[in-house]
């Protein structure tokens, strides 16, 4: 079975700074994706970034950056210079390998809050 | 064009009503998934569709009949929903079931009477 934690349930960052927002999973897949989604209150689930359990490097994708830790089983997802656009419901989320193939589990999320 | 999209964008019926919900995507993607989310809570698998044939039913109640026509169609039709099956029901598809990226659509939100 997959399992995603995320033990945040509510973050607070100031304007133009940099967040970490924590995930752990446990899979017994050796082949594995990992994912953050961004929900804002409007309920569109965005792709933010991907990883792949064999990717030697972390994923970037403009001001956002995956840090994969694969020994500790943590794939934190880090903003840099948060804008206030990026308040919002973040989700970490895992595709599995041939056992789980098909199917994404998700944590429970985390909500960012951007101040000014 | 990473586009799903899924009509209506909200939606209000009763309990002895019929509807149905639609998603499409024009990517090629050949597997496609209904989720339902509450408020405040991650997604929750309810079907996937592998090459329009059914994959996994995450054993969801009869009242909901999830249909793919075709490969850029997917339907879910509702009877008989009960109020706590108000929810946001999102669409989302990926190239293929063993492939990576997973992309949404906007959601259809649904409110029970």
């Known amino acids: 079975a997959q399992k995603i934690t995320q033990t945040q349930p509510g973050m607070f960052v100031q304007e133009k700074e940099a967040v970490t927002l924590d995930c752990t999973y446990d899979?017994?897949?050796?082949?594995?994706?990992l994912f953050w989604y961004k929900q804002p209150s409007s309920g569109e689930m965005i792709f933010l970034i991907y990883?792949?359990?064999?990717?030697?490097q972390n994923a970037t994708e403009g001001r956002y950056s995956l840090n994969f830790q694969k020994a500790r089983k943590s794939a934190n997802l880090v903003i840099s210079a948060s804008q206030l656009g990026d308040s919002a419901m973040y989700f970490c989320?895992?595709?599995?390998?041939?056992?789980?193939?098909?199917?994404?589990?998700f944590g429970d999320g985390t909500t960012l809050t951007v101040k000014p | 064009d990473t586009e799903v999209t899924q009509t209506p964008k909200h939606l209000v019926m009763g309990m002895t009503n019929k509807k149905s919900l639609k998603c499409e995507q024009h990517?090629?993607?050949?597997?496609m998934y209904w989720y339902k989310q509450k408020a405040k809570k991650p997604p929750e698998l309810m079907f996937v569709?592998?090459?329009?044939?059914?994959?996994i039913n995450e054993s969801v109640p009869s009242r909901f009949s999830p249909e793919c026509p075709n490969s850029s169609l997917l339907n879910l039709h509702l009877h008989a929903l009960q109020p706590e099956d108000s929810a946001l029901y999102l669409c989302?598809?990926?190239?293929?079931?063993?492939?990576?990226?997973?992309?949404f659509g906007p959601g259809t939100r649904l409110t029970v009477l």
């Open positions: 989302a598809s990926r190239e293929n079931i063993n492939t990576d990226t997973q992309y």
């Open positions: 899979t017994s897949d050796p082949s594995y994706g």
């Open positions: 990883q792949g359990s064999y990717d030697q």
């Open positions: 989320a895992m595709r599995g390998g041939n056992t789980n193939a098909g199917k994404s589990t």
């Open positions: 990517m090629g993607h050949r597997a």
């Open positions: 569709y592998s090459y329009e044939k059914l994959s």
